[in-house]
């Protein structure tokens, strides 16, 4: 099975560090540890854009 897990880009109003420092998306990279088996791929659309093409490019 084909997973592709996705962490949300950061809304501009809010507040937090997120803004400042960026780091890795760790919580996704434990969810796709836990899919041994499976073809999982991670988008981090806080770093990344373009994810339309990923997608149609994947199929999950």
């Given at each position: 099975?084909?997973?592709?897990?996705?962490?949300?880009?950061v809304p501009r109003h809010t507040m937090g560090?997120?803004?400042?420092?960026?780091?890795?998306?760790?919580?996704?990279?434990?969810?796709?540890?836990?899919?041994?088996?499976?073809?999982?791929?991670?988008?981090?659309?806080?770093?990344?854009?373009?994810?339309?093409?990923?997608?149609?490019?994947?199929?999950?």
């Amino acid at each position: 099975m084909r997973v592709l897990l996705v962490r949300p880009p950061v809304p501009r109003h809010t507040m937090g560090l997120k803004h400042i420092m960026i780091c890795e998306p760790l919580e996704l990279e434990y969810v796709a540890a836990g899919l041994d088996g499976h073809e999982v791929q991670i988008i981090d659309l806080i770093v990344e854009g373009g994810y339309e093409k990923r997608l149609r490019r994947f199929k999950p």
